[in-house]
């Protein structure tokens, strides 16, 4: 069974950045395709960014293209979400999350380990 703990969340002004980090561990790390999800209250997890075994595929969500840029260091056993140009619609939980899949994947549903989650604030 994989562990993940993200770190990396906070308050941040609207503009600025933040890099969320995903420590995994108790199993291959680089046997599952990683991801990032998001909750709002009172709303389903959503995706954010996907990343494949090996890192040589990324996939995200148009809301956040061109803005957060998903990564993993299969030999430190990590995966990292660095955000860019954050606005106050990205202040969310965010959740690091692991599918047992080759390629990125998309819907929340299909992953089978979570973190506990990280808030990230952003203020106007």
């Known amino acids: 069974q994989v562990r993940l703990l993200e770190s990396g969340g906070g308050l941040v002004q609207a503009g600025g950045s933040l890099r969320l980090s995903c420590a995994g561990s108790?199993?291959?790390?680089?046997?599952?395709?990683m991801g990032w999800l998001r909750q709002f209250p009172g709303k389903e997890r959503e995706f954010v960014a996907g990343?494949?075994?090996?890192?040589?595929?990324?996939s995200y969500a148009d809301s956040v293209k061109g803005r957060f840029t998903i990564s993993r260091d299969n030999a430190k056993n990590t995966v990292y979400l660095q955000m860019n140009v954050l606005k106050p619609e990205d202040t969310a939980v965010y959740y690091c999350?692991?599918?047992?899949?080759?390629?990125?994947?998309?819907?929340?549903?299909?992953?089978?380990?979570w973190g506990q989650g990280t808030q990230v604030t952003v203020s106007s």
């Open positions: 999350a692991a599918a047992m899949a080759l390629f990125p994947v998309d819907r929340a549903r299909a992953y089978t380990y």
């Open positions: 990343i494949s075994r090996d890192g040589a595929r990324t």
């Open positions: 108790g199993g291959t790390f680089s046997s599952y395709a």
